[in-house]
T-cell receptor, first 115, second 116 residues
Framework: QQQVKQSPQSLIVQKGGISIINCAYE??????FPWYQQFPGKGPALLIA?????SEKKEGRFTISFNKSAKQFSLHIMDSQPGDSATYFC??????????????FGSGTQLTVLP | GAGVSQSPSNKVTEKGKDVELRCDPI?????LYWYRQSLGQGLEFLIY????????KSGLPSDRFSAERTGGSVSTLTIQRTQQEDSAVYLC??????????????FGPGTRLTVL
């Protein structure tokens, strides 16, 4: 059962444009929502994250918007640059046991920013 | 160490052979995770370690897969009698004992396994 649905699968944006990636989840036990960025041949790296008690978090050109009632969250990349070209994964975190956490990933979005 | 390291970076094996994949987590990280990433797919959770124990083995796809962690540090993922469908990138991640309900996982570069 896919618990985190991500769209689109691929995205092409012109330099300077806005890139928007959407995710939706089902499990209300999720309580932390990170986004990971992955370049070819590298492991994913944390980009930005949000808790469900806030509706928006911004770090530089990257913004997460969170809608708890709709169980949806999205990543906005403002002024997209060719160096942003990568695969982006949304994720949702929940407790496994005690204080241990498990990440459930979306299927990924391959972003290409054209120069 | 500076980050999570994995070895080998690439492994090509023949169907039916056993393989061992190694992960060295960031020093001091108590939690260690294994994921599998198939071509063009998301990350599939395999197993999680807290110290040397594995409280959650639910993601292991079959009994051909096993993992251990020794000394609360290095972990080895073993795949016995490999099959072509095992071909994927195997990623390891580690994290501090989480607090406040957040847990940043730091990923290694992965091991690309190809089963011929």
């Amino acid at each position: 059962q896919q618990q985190v649905k991500q769209s689109p699968q691929s995205l092409i944006v012109q330099k300077g444009g806005i890139s928007i990636i959407n995710c939706a989840y089902e499990n209300t036990a999720f309580d932390y929502f990170p986004w990971y960025q992955q370049f070819p041949g590298k492991g994913p790296a944390l980009l930005i994250a949000i808790r469900p008690d806030v509706s928006e978090k911004k770090e530089g050109r990257f913004t997460i918007s969170f809608n708890k009632s709709a169980k949806q969250f999205s990543l906005h990349i403002m002024d997209s640059q060719p160096g942003d070209s990568a695969t982006y994964f949304c994720a949702a975190s929940s407790t496994i046991s005690g204080s241990a956490r498990q990440l459930t990933f979306g299927s990924g979005t391959q972003l290409t920013v054209l120069p | 160490g500076a980050g999570v390291s994995q070895s080998p970076s690439n492994k090509v094996t023949e169907k039916g052979k056993d393989v061992e994949l190694r992960c060295d987590p960031i020093s001091g990280h108590t939690a260690l995770y294994w994921y599998r990433q198939s071509l063009g797919q998301g990350l599939e959770f395999l197993i999680y370690f807290q110290g040397n124990s594995a409280p959650d083995k639910s993601g292991l796809p079959s009994d051909r897969f096993s993992a251990e962690r020794t000394g609360g540090s290095v972990s080895t993922l073993t795949i016995q009698r490999t099959q072509q469908e095992d071909s994927a990138v195997y990623l390891c991640a580690s994290s501090f004992q989480p607090s406040g309900g957040t847990d940043t996982q730091y990923f290694g570069p992965g091991t690309r396994l190809t089963v011929l």
